[in-house]
């Protein structure tokens, strides 16, 4: 079982950044693959990123690529999001999400174990 908690959403201005972490607890949570969903209004929820439990291997939506990175600390069970260039379109809110093992379509969230609350990010125009 692993526990995630989103922080670091907020309301930011075109072009600005902003770095999203999710805290994993569990007893064998650096075991996990971790990554990144969104959902904006009226939307369904679509794959951000991903990275392997070893951080080794890393995985980005195409509309993200270039400007979002993925990265994780395991002695600290965190994960984390720097997202860069933020766009209106990006506004959305942002889930944490867990696997224990990253299969080849990470790109589906039905095939994600454990989920956040999520964690709200608005970039204005």
């Known amino acids: 079982q692993v526990q995630l908690v989103e922080s670091g959403g907020g309301l930011v201005q075109a072009g600005g950044s902003l770095r999203l972490s999710c805290a994993a607890s569990g007893r064998t949570a650096s075991a996990y693959a971790m990554g990144w969903f969104r959902q904006a209004p009226g939307k369904e929820r679509e794959f951000v990123a991903a990275?392997?439990?070893?951080?080794?291997?890393?995985y980005y939506a195409d509309s993200v690529k270039g400007r979002f990175t993925i990265s994780r600390d395991n002695a600290k069970n965190t994960v984390s999001l720097q997202m860069n260039s933020l766009k209106p379109e990006d506004t959305a809110v942002y889930y944490c999400?867990?696997?224990?093992?990253?299969?080849?379509?990470?790109?589906?969230?039905?095939?994600?174990?454990?989920w956040g609350q999520g964690t709200q990010v608005t970039v204005s125009s």
């Open positions: 999400a867990a696997v224990h093992i990253l299969g080849i379509s990470y790109y589906y969230e039905g095939n994600w174990h454990y």
């Open positions: 990275i392997t439990a070893s951080g080794s291997n890393t």
